[in-house]
């Protein structure tokens, strides 16, 4: 499973997208990415995921207003492969195995219609099954899918917040009192 996953997050609307980037963003570090690059400039929207993970723990990040292809660039330059989540590429299944042995992995998810350029930079053009849906769930189900260890089981070192499984009831230990 590669070490290093971040989620790069294209073509975000401040007016339109606000909701929807945000659960891109919890959901990647909720399934064990990084950080989330997000290139498009909102500050606040980078600064409330930032205290959910201040909340809850980790050390996801939010880098806000990064140029897409800049950060691709570098990232390939450095050894990275890109793995863009469109429902026209080849089926995840299929793609799995050779994502799998990458080490350091960028996912690129988008909002509106996607720069071609993207599908030419990328290492892989692919879908989360052929049929339209949502970014929010591509990158849930492929965080899934090419995990080394179950992403449900994972811990979240120094939060002020931790859950309590309870069969009912919602039971939080609280360390800010
Ligand atoms: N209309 C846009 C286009 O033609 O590029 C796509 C809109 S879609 C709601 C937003 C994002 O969700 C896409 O850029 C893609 O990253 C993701 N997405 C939606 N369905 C997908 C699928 N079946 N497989 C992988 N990613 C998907």
Same mark, same amino acid.
């Given at each position: *499973?590669?070490?290093?996953?971040?989620?790069?997050?294209?073509?975000?609307?401040?007016? @339109?997208?606000? @909701?929807?980037?945000?659960?891109?963003?919890? #959901?990647?570090?909720?399934? %064990?990415?990084?950080? *989330?690059?997000?290139?498009?400039?909102?500050?606040?929207?980078?600064?409330?995921?930032?205290?959910?993970?201040?909340?809850?723990?980790?050390?996801?990040? /939010?880098?806000?207003? /990064?140029?897409?292809?800049?950060?691709?660039?570098?990232?390939?330059?450095?050894? %990275?492969?890109?793995?863009?989540?469109?429902?026209?590429?080849?089926?995840?299944?299929?793609?799995?195995?050779?994502?799998?042995?990458?080490?350091?992995?960028?996912?690129?998810? %988008?909002?509106?219609?996607?720069?071609?350029?993207?599908?030419? *930079?990328?290492?892989?053009?692919?879908?989360? %099954?052929?049929?339209?849906?949502?970014?929010?769930?591509?990158?849930?189900?492929?965080?899934?899918?090419?995990?080394?260890?179950?992403?449900?089981?994972? !811990?979240?070192?120094?939060?002020?917040? #931790?859950? /309590?499984? !309870?069969?009912?009831?919602?039971?939080?230990?609280?360390?800010? !009192?």
């Amino acid at each position: *499973m590669p070490e290093k996953i971040v989620i790069l997050r294209l073509g975000h609307r401040p007016q @339109r997208d606000k @909701r929807i980037t945000t659960h891109v963003g919890l #959901t990647a570090r909720a399934f %064990g990415a990084e950080g *989330m690059l997000l290139a498009s400039d909102d500050k606040k929207l980078s600064e409330n995921i930032a205290d959910v993970s201040n909340r809850f723990g980790g050390d996801f990040y /939010v880098n806000n207003d /990064v140029s897409w292809k800049a950060e691709i660039k570098k990232w390939k330059e450095d050894g %990275g492969k890109v793995c863009h989540l469109s429902m026209y590429g080849i089926n995840l299944p299929d793609a799995v195995p050779e994502i799998k042995d990458c080490e350091k992995l960028m996912i690129v998810v %988008g909002a509106e219609k996607v720069p071609f350029e993207i599908y030419e *930079m990328a290492d892989w053009n692919v879908a989360v %099954g052929n049929q339209p849906h949502s970014e929010v769930a591509a990158v849930a189900v492929t965080l899934d899918r090419i995990a080394g260890t179950d992403p449900l089981r994972a !811990e979240f070192e120094g939060g002020e917040l #931790t859950i /309590v499984p !309870e069969k009912c009831g919602k039971k939080v230990i609280d360390r800010r !009192e």
